[in-house]
């Protein structure tokens, strides 16, 4: 008996050294705080004076400031969702994380600069009364419903007279969602150039009262409606015109922007009698290696594959396809450099007898770098 206790003591003494090992090593690659690794924790308790500088005004966010620091700020009204949204656990796991290790961890460190000028950015704009907090897009009666609901809320930038306005849609697959580096940074710079710009945020999850990922979308995707029917309602206080606007939407955000604005879908403009936008930004995180269609750095190809040989065949016929009906899409893309343009054209096919999904449209891409 005694033997088999000491084999047994070794074996947990062995596990326990591996278990330490393992918490170690995550720790050090990805930088994550233990709390984090094993989803427990909470908000720190930060100090109101912490946030301010002597003479009153906010100090700076810096890389060291908690992920708390970020989502307790002030500027968002309590509403810890605003800077950074996950499920409720997991916000409060990753909330005593300092930012520049939450950024590591996620393999997002080259944000970090930019972040956070956009975030100081936001911050003297509240200061100044030149951007604004909103929450009350959802009726009381809907937050009810659903407490969730209140997580629709906005950020809003007040731009120059006679500048359109500009909603940004950040995105995070529906199972979160990263206005810090998909929101603010695009507002800062939409709103140097003088435009009126509102940053969403948005239930995302079972948040949104679905459990099936599909459904999920289509939900975020009437969030997005109900901010545009807010926007509409709201024209004159805002000073917009909502039928001058434009949506940059990203990934899932992209979708959403996406399902908006095009009449093939369920909750599209048209559908709930609500302003179209002039232009739509939607953007996709491209992998070079199985899109080799685009690639900035080796000049414009065209594309090598299509995703139906039919619609290959069909793409030299003088009229449409007998099934399927084109929808033409042109895109101007800059570089990151600013030194060159690409046009992007996208040719969406789609079956009026297939619901829209992933057998109802099929894409054609070509891409052409422009010549100053």
Partial sequence: M???MKILAMIMLVLLILAVGFVGYVYKKNAMFLPALFGIGGFPNIKKEDYYQADGTFRKAEKDDKMAFFMQHPVFGGYKHMFFNVEDNVLKAIAPAKYA???????????????????????????????????????????????YQS???????????????????????????????EGYPVAMKLHKLGYSVLVISYPIGKQLGETEHEKQGQAAVRELVQVIRYLKEHEQELSVDMDDYAIFGFSAGGMMTTAYSFANYEDCCHKVKLPRPKVIFPMYGLDFNSNPWFDPNNGPQKTTTNANPVLAQAMSFAGPPPVY?????????????GKHYFKIQIISWYDANVEIGDEGGRLSYYCDELQP
């Fill in 325 to 337: 009906t084109p929808s033409y899409h042109t895109y101007v893309v800059r570089t990151a450099d």
């Fill in 2 to 4: 005694k033997k088999y």
């Fill in 101 to 147: 290790d939450f950024l590591k961890a996620q393999g997002r460190s080259d944000q970090m600069e930019n972040a956070l000028e956009a975030f100081n950015y936001l911050t003297r704009l509240v200061e100044s009364g030149e951007a604004q907090l909103i929450s009350d897009i959802n009726s009381k009666e809907m937050i009810e419903q659903n407490p």
């Fill in 151 to 181: 997580h629709l809320t906005g950020m809003f930038y007040k731009g120059k007279q006679g500048k359109p306005l500009a909603v940004v849609v950040p995105g995070g697959g529906f199972i979160s969602r990263g206005t810090d580096s």
